[in-house]
């Protein structure tokens, strides 16, 4: 029977795909198959079909895979947070490895990569130090919610439906936050429905409430909430803060993002501290940091240490080195290696991460560490010096490809490339691999329950 649109199969299910979903071939066509993995026998119906490849959704399952587990979260299958929860932990660390080596020999077009088994911190749960949940008012509705009488079926505050900007699932509990995090989470779903303030349609971009990010110190045990909403309307956020910072004593800080925008961003245009600190401290390593509320910090604390240890041994640093840190963030990195380093100088492009970097070196008393503003495409071409190595950590979309042209221009002896996403990081190899080598790969697991990888590369200059 030829593949095509709304017809079923029955198909085992034999390998992952990028993106978490389960592969499989039917009559030679690559069919990916959401909600599934290795070893599942289905009933799948095709949702679409194109000339490379088809998809499906599963319709039953006939005999589970041996790796099925079942997961503790009653969202799982439905909440785009963590879509792996129902595979085994072990065997999602092993298809992290296995995708990290298949990117770099596909996309990258290297053979033969070392790349390391995935490591992991042990805590599969709780593990996120920062949580960004959406209102809405028109909330996703669980199937057992469906058709049931006297459902309420308006504001929702979660997480969204996987590939979804408008359906928010209600959660109200979230097992890879600390659990606290629940909690307060409640606490402000319960003050936002009892405010009557109507919460902002993603639809239509009217109303108040947009999304509350939570940001965890496990060092110190404190908490960041910070309130995004479209308009300042501080007798709103006024009490809710007060009900927060007493229910909550180790809330150490309460922050309102503004932002009338229409893209769902919940970096505000200005920004009203309720309460507390403007940034929440916390700890890697020996070092301690303060992060502002839209600052990027690495969301896993402890998978954090982990991969910066990993970046430290690729770096390979005698004292001697001038380092170049591209994407640095608050600077972590950058202080992490200043004891080996001669200078390390960082590169960013959001100007309250850059203040952070320079206050974190000040609070840790690091002096050889500098940073510049700026996107890193227009300062890469005036910098003058050649750093000895060359520390890479891009958002998801990976270099610009100037950036690559300028890094090959470069040409630093050494690169460490940190990426958490294996296709653009395959994609830049692709780039470099005239020029470097690519000596070892790490995967580190900062994202348990999810088919996100992280994965430290170091790249040598060819002879
Ligand atoms: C994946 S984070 C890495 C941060 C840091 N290395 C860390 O481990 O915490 C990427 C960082 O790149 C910054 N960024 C994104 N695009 C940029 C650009 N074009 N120029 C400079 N920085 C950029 C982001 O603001 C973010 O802080």
Redesign the pocket.
């Known amino acids: 029977m030829s593949v095509k649109r709304g017809k079923a199969f029955e198909v085992e299910i034999t390998d992952v795909a990028f993106g978490g979903k389960g592969f499989t071939k039917i009559n030679d066509l690559a069919v990916f198959v959401d909600k599934s993995i290795p070893g599942d026998v289905v009933k799948v119906l095709i949702t679409k079909k194109k000339k490379q490849f088809a998809e499906a959704r599963v319709l039953e399952i006939i005999k589970p895979s041996e790796y099925r587990k079942n997961a503790p979260c009653s969202y799982s299958g439905y909440c785009g947070g963590c879509k792996w929860q129902f595979l085994d932990y072990e065997k999602q660390l092993d298809y992290k490895t296995k995708q990290v080596k298949d990117t770099t020999e596909h996309i990258g077009k290297v053979k033969d990569v070392k790349v390391h088994p995935t490591i992991s911190t042990g805590q599969i749960y709780n593990y996120r130090n920062k949580m960004e949940f959406s209102c809405s008012d028109e909330r996703w509705l669980m199937p057992e919610e469906l058709g049931q009488e006297g459902i309420k079926k308006g504001f929702g505050i979660g997480l969204h439906v996987p590939g979804t900007f408008s359906k928010v699932l209600d959660i109200k509990k979230c097992y890879i936050q600390p659990e606290d995090g629940n909690e307060i989470l409640e606490t402000v779903r319960q003050y936002i429905i009892d405010s009557g303030v109507p919460a902002y349609g993603l639809k239509s971009h009217e109303g108040f409430w947009r999304f509350l990010m939570l940001r965890y110190s496990a060092a110190y045990d404190k908490w960041m909430v910070n309130i995004i909403t479209k308009e300042n309307k501080p007798e709103v956020l006024k009490p809710l803060t007060d009900i927060l910072v007493e229910k909550f004593p180790n809330i150490s800080s309460v922050i309102n993002n503004i932002t009338a925008r229409k893209a769902g961003v919940s970096i505000g245009e200005s920004e009203e501290i309720l309460y507390g600190d403007s940034f929440i401290k916390d700890k890697l390593g020996n070092y301690e940091f303060e992060v502002s509320a839209n ?4 969301t896993n604390t402890k998978g ?1 240490e982990l ?2 240890k990993c970046v430290e041994d690729y770096a390979e640093l005698t004292g001697n080195e001038v380092v170049l ?9 950058p202080i992490w290696l200043s004891a080996s380093a001669k200078e390390v100088l ?5 100007e309250s ?1 850059v203040k952070d970097a320079g206050k974190n070196c000040e609070k840790n008393g690091v002096d050889n560490c500098k940073f510049i503003l ?6 890469l071409p005036s910098m003058e010096s050649k750093p000895d190595v060359m ?1 890479i ?5 990976g270099m ?1 490809k100037n ?1 690559v042209k300028q890094v090959l221009k470069m040409a630093p002896e050494k690169i460490v490339y ?1 990426s ?1 996403n294996p296709s653009t990081l395959a994609r830049d190899i692709d780039l470099m691999k005239d020029d470097y080598d690519v000596i070892e790969m790490q995967p580190v697991d900062m994202f348990p329950h999810t088919y996100h990888i992280e994965v430290v590369a170091k790249l040598r200059k060819k002879r």
């Open positions: 600052s990027f910090f690495q954090a991969l910066y840190d591209l994407y640095s963030g608050t600077g972590t990195i960082g590169i960013e492009i959001i991460a700026g996107d890193i495409k227009d300062v520390i950590d891009p958002p998801r979309v610009h950036v940190v958490c």
